[in-house]
């Protein structure tokens, strides 16, 4: 059923009283079916009150902003917002604290297109677009706020996001193709899709006194939160995984394939600072595995060498001479400090700089403005 202007109609109490519907064969079947229409029901109005509530809080905040700019005030005061916190939560309750208003006005400052909002209502919900403000880089913020609704993330998983700083420890083109329309990017490669470095606050060590069997049985175990930290398309294979070397065995920690890359991914997990052994360890793995394991339509794999610390230029001459593909990536148990957020965004322009030559000066300025 269509309306007006040509588009399909909510269905209405009416429209669904008239569609036949299967008799339920068992009370089970009927006590399912109407569970699954209560859940449905629900949540349909629980998106209808979020948008409304959403579309309040901008209206809200853009009242108080024009009235400010009406008195020719560059900002609104926070002696304003207490005066009119306190009328208001006398007769509507504590939801309107100074601090909530000037989240709204925050609010519609960041989103003064009525139009943009349209969207961004119908899909996240109003904690997730309040954390999501509070970003001060304006780079990160349209990040996430476009990550947000093309994953349609949780708060949960949004404010994990934004502690652990994906946007600071993804690179620019990677960023780019997570940001596509299309789900799965025509061209990936490795680079893109490897982190560095990886945190797993969700372990719960409060300490360093822990083996690598420890950490190892910890992300098993943690297997959802760890795969949302290796990022999208990461498949889990095995966990010591056996190789048969000249009657030898070894085992390899962790293995994975990434549908997108088509690659088997080795993990070799190390507690400590990386040596240049463990790349001729995984250099043997991979090479073991392209002769004995690769099925038809496979690239190569991948070898990911996760360690507590590493130097930068160690790590460079030890990879240099391999042809296999080989990366050291650091991990970390706790959320990275501001300072670490920024030590990331300085080795971000680094990086830029040695590849480009030359850093743009609007890069330059997001970067300055993230340091502050």
């Given at each position: 059923m269509k309306g007006k202007h040509g588009k399909a109609n909510e269905p209405t109490a009416l429209t669904v009283a008239k569609v036949p519907l299967a008799r339920p064969r068992s009370v089970e079947e009927l006590v399912r079916t109407v569970s699954e229409a209560i859940v449905h029901a629900r949540r349909k109005v629980a998106i209808s009150v979020n948008s409304n509530m959403t579309w309040l809080y901008w209206g809200i905040g853009r009242h108080i902003v024009e009235f400010e700019r009406g008195g020719k005030r560059a900002v609104y005061g926070q002696e304003l917002l207490k005066v009119i916190?306190?009328?208001?939560?006398?007769?509507?309750?504590?939801?309107?604290?100074?601090?909530?208003?000037?989240?709204?006005?925050?609010?519609?400052?960041g989103f003064p297109?009525?139009?943009?909002?349209?969207?961004?209502?119908?899909?996240?919900?109003?904690?997730?677009?309040?954390?999501?403000?509070?970003?001060?880089?304006?780079?990160?913020?349209e990040f996430y706020l476009q990550l947000a609704l093309k994953e349609v993330w949780?708060?949960?998983?949004?404010?994990?996001?934004?502690?652990?700083?994906?946007?600071?420890?993804?690179?620019?083109?990677?960023r780019r193709k997570m940001l596509a329309k299309d789900s799965i990017p025509a061209v990936l490669e490795p680079e893109e899709v490897i982190r560095d470095p990886y945190v797993f606050e969700f372990l719960g060590f409060q300490d360093q006194s822990y083996s690598e069997n420890d950490l190892e049985t910890a992300l098993v175990s943690r297997?959802?939160?760890f795969l949302t930290e290796l990022g999208k398309g990461f498949c889990f294979e095995a966990r010591q995984r056996r190789i048969d070397l000249s009657g030898k065995d070894y085992y390899v920690d962790l293995v994975f394939y990434h549908r997108f890359l088509k690659s088997s991914i080795l993990v070799d997990l190390k507690?400590?600072?990386?040596?240049?052994?463990?790349?001729g360890q995984m250099n043997y793995y991979l090479n073991w595995w392209k002769q004995n394991e690769m099925a038809p339509g496979d690239q190569p794999p991948i070898g990911i060498i996760l360690c507590a610390t590493k130097d930068d230029a160690h790590v460079e001459f030890t990879l240099g001479g391999i042809a296999n593909r080989?990366?050291?990536?650091?991990?970390?148990?706790?959320?990275?400090?501001?300072?670490?957020?920024?030590?990331?965004?300085?080795?971000?322009?680094?990086?830029?700089?040695?590849?480009?030559?030359?850093?743009?000066?609007?890069?330059?300025?997001?970067?300055?403005?993230?340091?502050r």
């Open positions: 916190a306190r009328k208001l939560e006398s007769r509507f309750g504590r939801g309107f604290s100074w601090r909530n208003l000037y989240s709204m006005c925050k609010f519609y400052e297109d009525p139009n943009i909002l349209q969207t961004v209502s119908a899909k996240l919900p109003w904690s997730s677009l309040c954390r999501i403000l509070s970003v001060r880089e304006s780079g990160a913020r949780s708060y949960r998983l949004l404010k994990r996001h934004v502690q652990s700083g994906l946007y600071h420890r993804t690179s620019s083109l990677a297997l959802q939160s507690v400590g600072e990386f040596a240049h052994s463990y790349a080989i990366f050291v990536s650091r991990y970390q148990t706790s959320l990275p400090t501001q300072t670490e957020l920024q030590d990331l965004l300085m080795k971000t322009q680094d990086k830029w700089e040695s590849e480009h030559k030359k850093l743009p000066s609007a890069e330059i300025e997001r970067i300055n403005e993230g340091s």
